[in-house]
């Protein structure tokens, strides 16, 4: 079993940089493909992006590349994303996920969820 703990949510200007976190527990960890998805309210949870379990393999969604980077520390049991010129329309509750096989691009994908954080990005 994995567990997965988000933080490094809150409140930032628009332009402005977050840092998200993800630490997860199980000694499995480190084999484990991981993904980061949001959901804005009334709408479905999107893709935001993941990284294979050594972290040479990124992948991101369009509304989100070149602004966003995500990384790993396997010795830390602990997934980033770095967030840069943030826009409104990136405000939504962030979710850490994880898979045992394939890299996490879709919400289905999945076998682990975290619980969440929010971002919320001003005007």
């Known amino acids: 079993q994995v567990q997965l703990v988000e933080s490094g949510g809150g409140l930032v200007q628009a332009g402005g940089s977050l840092r998200l976190s993800c630490a997860a527990s199980?000694?499995?960890?480190?084999?484990?493909?991981m993904g980061w998805f949001r959901q804005a309210p009334g709408k479905e949870r999107e893709f935001v992006a993941a990284?294979?379990?050594?972290?040479?393999?990124?992948y991101y969604a369009d509304s989100v590349k070149g602004r966003f980077t995500i990384s790993r520390d396997n010795a830390k049991n602990t997934v980033y994303l770095q967030m840069n010129s943030l826009k409104p329309e990136d405000t939504a509750v962030y979710y850490c996920?994880?898979?045992?096989?394939?890299?996490?691009?879709?919400?289905?994908?999945?076998?682990?969820w975290g619980q969440g954080t929010q971002v919320t990005v001003s005007s």
């Open positions: 996920a994880a898979s045992r096989v394939v890299v996490p691009t879709t919400p289905k994908r999945p076998d682990y």
């Open positions: 199980g000694r499995t960890f480190s084999s484990f493909p």
């Open positions: 990284i294979n379990w050594s972290g040479g393999s990124t």
